[in-house]
C-alpha cells in the first residue's frame, strides 16, 4: 500500500485523489491547498483523508509515501524538490517544471535519492494514444512524414504561461511519447490580444531529422473546440479526433507513391492510392486511473516511469525554446541536447 | 456583346469556356491548347467554338474583345502582357503571376492601355465569402483579433511551385479581400517530402497592425479534406466550413470580456461569455458564373474588377515573401509597400 | 428543509441521492435496496445516510417526508401507493407505472391524501426541451405538421418491459410537453430478436387532431447511438440532437409555402422556402438538479409539479396501447380519454 | 451498337441520354418530349440528336433498338408496352409500372417478344451498395435481424403519387437486392400535409420470415436531408450513409451474444460485443453508366438484368400493399406471392 499526499485541490487535484483513492495498491491520507473552501470540500468528501493549509505537513508526515503536486507550474520545481529532500516519490503535474535547469536539478535529485519521479502526461495512458503508438510500432505508416495537431477553444485564459504551455504541453508529449526522437529546431508565431498577459494563440513548428515536421495549433480564443491530429506517414495516415464519441482514432489506407520517371515527365512521378479506413476499438479505461496504478507500480517495484522526468524535461525544453521563438516571431532556434 | 477567347483548356479552362459561354452578355469564340486531344473536346462539346494550337492566333484574331488565360502560373505574365499589348481585356488564373515584379508591369501596362486586367480569385464571388463580408462590414465582429484556415487534402502534387502558391493562394485571397489591410510580416515552415520537388505541406504566418494575426495551413498529403477556416472577433466569431453541405457559414455570439480590475486579481479580468450560433442563408449561384458576369459589366462599363490587378499583386507579394521564409525555416520577412 | 428517503440504489438512484443532497432546502436521510453491496456504496460515499434492505423502513420513518422511488416499473405502483397510505410525498421514475389502472389509482391517492405525486420525466427539465417549448411557444414554427424522433443505441436489453417502455418514454414525455395535446390513436410495428424476450426495436405512430403525427424510433440493436428529433411546422422546422456538444437545438427558417391556383396547375401551388437556421444557447444545468429543486418546492408550498401523475398517466396510457398495436403488428389502436 | 431513343427529357432524362451517348456500345439516336424548350434543350447539347414531340416517332423508327422511358409513372406501363410490341427493348424509369397488374403484364409481353425489360433501380449500381451486397453475401454480418432506412429532405412534393413511390422505391430497391428475401406483409402510417394532395410523409414497415424486419421512413418536409440506412445482423452491423462524402459505408463489429444460462438469471443471457469499426474504399463510377453498359450488354447478349421486370414487379407490389395500409393508418396487409 502506498500512502499519498496531495498539495494542491484546484481543477486537476480531485482528480489525483479520486484516483488515487480508489485502486486497493494506494490510498491518499492528506490533501493541502492554500484555500479553505477547497479543503471542505475534501472534508465533505473524504472524511478520513487529513486536510491542512500548509504543504508542509504533508512533507513531514512520515505515512506518507509520496507526493502527488497539482499547483500552478511555477510551484512545481520548489515543491517536487522538497518532497524529494524529505524522501518522498513524486507525482507532478505537466508541464514538470518552468525552466529546463529546473528539470534537470528535479531529474538530478530524483536520481541521488533513488525516488521515482513521474509527470502527469496523461494523454500517453488513453486508449486512444495506446492504440496510435501500437499501429505506429508495427510500422504499417510507413516512414513518419508529418505530425499535425489542432487544440482549440474558448477560455481558459492563463496568467503565468502562454498558451503553448497550457495546451501545446499535452501534444508535444503525446508527439513525443509517438514520434520517439527529438526536433532539432523550433520556430513559434502568436499573439496575445489581452494587453499585458501571455499569448493567447500559438503555431508551432518542430523540424527533425529525416523530412519530420510537427506542427501545434493552440487556441484559448476559439468558438469552436477542436481536438484534432494528422499523422502522415507514406504508406498510411491516421486522424485522431478526441471529441469523436466512438471513432477517435482512424487509419487511412492511403498514401502517394513514387514512380521512377525521367525527369520531365514530371506528370508520372507521383500516384496516389486510396484503401479503406480502420477505425480500431480502443480501450476506455480512465487514462489517470492507469497511470495512478503505473506511479504505484513503478514505486513499488522502483521501475523507470513511462513518463518519468526525461520525458518532462524534453517537454519543458521545447516549451522554453518554443517561447524563445514566439517572442521573436518565428524565428528559428535550434535545439541542443 | 463581349467575345472571350480562351488559352488554356486542362483542368480549369472548361469551367471558364461554360461560364463564359451562357451568359446572353459574352460568348466564347476560340479556345487554344497545345494538347490536340484537349481540342477535340471543345469541339465536341461546342461545334461553334474556333480552336486552335497556338495561342496567338487567339491574339491576332480582331474578333476577339478579351482573353481569358488559365494556363500554368509561369506563362501568365507573357501571355497576358502580349494580350494587353495586342488590345485584348484579360481575365487571367490565379496566382496572377510568377513573381511581384510582373505583376507591376502588367498592372502598368493594363493601366496604360485602359484595358480591364482581371485575376481570377474564384472564392470572392461565393454566396459564403460575400456573406462574411457582409457580417464583418456590418462591425458585429468587432475588432478582428485572427484569421486561420486550413485547406488540406490528398493530392494533387504541382510540380512547378509549392503548395502555397497552389492551396494557400485561395485563402490568401479570401483574407485578403475580408481583411483589407495588407500584412507587414511573414514567417512560413513546411516541408518537400519528393526529393526534387516543391513542399507540399507548409504553415504561413502573416502579422498585421494592431495585433491582427492571421495563420494558413496547406497540405497536398493529408489523408481527410478540410476546408475550415475561422475568424475570431473580440465581439463574435465565425466558422466558415467550406465542405458543410448546407451551413458553411456559423457566426458564434462568443467571446471574452475585459473587466477593469486591480491587477493582483488576474482571476477577474476575463470573462467568457457564449450564446447564440446563427447560420445565414447562402447564395448558392456558381461563384465563377457571377464572376464571368462581373468581368463583363467591367470592359463593357469600363469599371474595376473587385480582383483587380492589385489585388492580384497583393497576393503575389505575400506568396513571394512566404516562400522566401519557407526556404530559411520562419525567417521573418518583413513586408515593404 | 425536505427530508427524502430513496427506495432503489440501482442506475438510476445515485443520481437521485446526489441531486437531493446537494440543494439546501432538502436532503436524503435514507436510502434503501435489496443488495448488501449496493447500500456499502451509499455508506461509503454518503456516511450520514441510514440504509436498509427493507423499504419499509423508509415508510414508516417520521423523519422522511418524501419518498423518491428508482425501482423496476412493476413495483413503482404498489411502493407509490404504501409511500402515500403512509403520509409520504412521492417523487417516482417513468414510466409511472405497469397500467394506465394503476395510474388512474396512484392520482386518485395522492390527491386525496393532499399529498405531491411527481414523475421523473428528465428531459423536460433540460436547456434543450425548455428551449424548444419556448421557441413553440412564440408560435414561430407556426402549426406543427408533426413530431419525428429516433432513440437507438446498443444496449442494454430490458427483461421486463419492451422497448417502448424504457426508451420511448423518454420521447413520448418529451413530446407531451411540447405538443400539449393527446394522441387519438397509435399503431406500433417492431420485433424481438431474442427468444422469449420482450421486443428489442420498435416503430410507433401517433395520430393527432388536425393532421399532426408522431413518429418513434427506438432500438436497444444499433450500432450507433442516434438521439435525434424533427419538428416540422408550417412556417419552420426544429432539428433536436441531444448528441451534439453544443448546438443541440437548430431553428431552420424552412418550409413550404401553399399558393392559390387552379387545381390542373400542380406545379404552382407548392413552393418551398429556405432561410437562416438559428441554434440559441442552452441553458446547461443538469435536468435532474432543476428537476429535484422543482419537486421540493412543490412540497413545500403545494404546487402541481410540471410533470405531474397525469403527465405520468399520459405517457403510461400511449405505451399500454402501443404495446397492444405491437402484439397485433400495427393494428390501429384507438385512444378512449 | 445499340441505338437508343429516350422518351422525356425532364428531371432524369438528360441524365439517361448522357449516358447512353458515353459508352461507345450505345448511342442516342432520338428524344422525344412534349415540351419544346426541352427538345430545344436537346438539341444545343446533341446537335446530332433527332427530337420530336411525339413517341410514336421513336416506336416506328427502324434505326432504334431500344427505348428508354423517364416520364411520370402513369405512362410507364403504356408507353413500355407499346415498345415492346414494336419490338423495342425496353429500359424503364422507377416505380416500373403504376399497379402491380401492368407489372405483372408487361414482364409477360417482354418474355412474349423475348426482348429485355430492365427497370432502373439506379442505386443498386453503386459503389456503396455493391460493397455492402459483397459484406453480406460473404456472412460476416451473420442472421440478418433487421433493415431501416431513413430518406428526407424539404420538397420536392410529387402531385400524382405519394412519397413511397418517389422516395422509397429507392430503399424497397436496395433492400430488394440486398436481403434477397420477400416480406410477408406491410403496415404504413403517413400523412399529407396539403389538402388534396397524396401522402408527404410516411413510416413503411415490412415484415419477413425468421423474424427480419424492414423500415422505411420517408419524407418531403424535413428541415435536413438525411441518406440514412442500418442493417443489424446478428455477428456486425453496417451503417450506410449516403451523405457521407468518403466513408458512405461502415461495418461495426458490434453485436450480442446470447448466453445459455437458467431462466430466472435474465441479467445473464445477453452479452455486447464491440469491436473495430471498417470503412471499405468503394467505386466512385457513377452508377448510371455501369447501369447503361450493363442494359446495353444484356441487350447485345440476351442475358436477365439484375434489375429486370421481376425486380420491378416485387418493388410495386409493396408499394401499392403499403399505399392501402397507409390509407388504413398501419393495417397489416398480408402478401400473397
Redesign the interface.
Known amino acids: 500500500m502506498i500512502n499519498i499526499g496531495v498539495i494542491g485541490y484546484g481543477y486537476w487535484g480531485p482528480n489525483l485523489v479520486r484516483n488515487f483513492s480508489e485502486p486497493p495498491e494506494s490510498q491518499v491520507v492528506a490533501v493541502s491547498d492554500m484555500n479553505q473552501k477547497r479543503l471542505a470540500l475534501v472534508k465533505n468528501r473524504y ?1 478520513a483523508v487529513e486536510v491542512t493549509g500548509n504543504y508542509k505537513d504533508l512533507l513531514s508526515n512520515p505515512r506518507i509515501d509520496a507526493i502527488a503536486i497539482a499547483t500552478p507550474v511555477s510551484s512545481h520545481y520548489e515543491l517536487a524538490r522538497q518532497a524529494l529532500k524529505n524522501g518522498k516519490h513524486v507525482f507532478v503535474e505537466k508541464p514538470m517544471t518552468a525552466t529546463v535547469e529546473q528539470a534537470e536539478r528535479l531529474i538530478e535529485e530524483a536520481e541521488r535519492c533513488q525516488l521515482t519521479l513521474m509527470v502527469d502526461h496523461t494523454f500517453i495512458y488513453t486508449g486512444a494514444v495506446s492504440k496510435i503508438k501500437e499501429v505506429l510500432d508495427s510500422g504499417r505508416l510507413g516512414h513518419l ?2 505530425y ?1 495537431s ?1 487544440r ?1 477553444n ?4 492563463q ?1 503565468d504561461v502562454n498558451v503553448l504551455w497550457d495546451l501545446a504541453v499535452h501534444d508535444l508529449s503525446i508527439m513525443d511519447y509517438l514520434v520517439g526522437v527529438d526536433p532539432q ?1 523550433v ?1 513559434a ?6 494587453q ?2 501571455p499569448e493567447n ?1 500559438a ?1 508551432l ?1 518542430c ?1 527533425f531529422e529525416n ?1 519530420m ?1 510537427a ?1 501545434f ?1 493552440v ?1 484559448w ?5 477542436i481536438r484534432q491530429t ?1 499523422l ?1 506517414g ?1 504508406r498510411q ?3 485522431y479526433d478526441d ?1 469523436e ?3 477517435k482514432v ?1 487509419i ?5 507513391t ?1 514512380n521512377d520517371g525521367k ?1 520531365h515527365v ?2 508520372m ?2 500516384g ?1 492510392r ?8 480502443l480501450d476506455n479505461t480512465e487514462a489517470l486511473r492507469i497511470e495512478a496504478a503505473h506511479f504505484v507500480e513503478c514505486v513499488q517495484q522502483k521501475k523507470l516511469p513511462l513518463t518519468d522526468g526525461k520525458a518532462g524535461l524534453r517537454i519543458v525544453r521545447i516549451l522554453e525554446l518554443a517561447s524563445k ?1 514566439l517572442a ?5 532556434v535550434e535545439i541542443k541536447y
Chains 1, 2, 3, 4 share one sequence.
Open positions: 472524511p512524414y508529418y499535425d489542432v482549440v474558448l477560455g481558459l485564459f496568467h529546431a520556430s508565431t502568436g499573439m496575445s490580444h489581452v499585458g498577459q494563440m503555431y513548428t523540424f523530412k515536421i506542427h495549433h487556441n480564443l476559439s468558438p469552436v473546440k494528422l502522415g507514406d495516415m491516421i486522424v471529441l464519441p466512438s471513432e482512424r487511412y489506407d492511403k498514401g502517394i513514387l525527369e514530371y506528370q512521378m507521383i496516389y486510396t484503401g479503406d479506413m480502420w477505425a480500431p476499438q521563438s521573436e516571431r518565428g524565428k528559428l
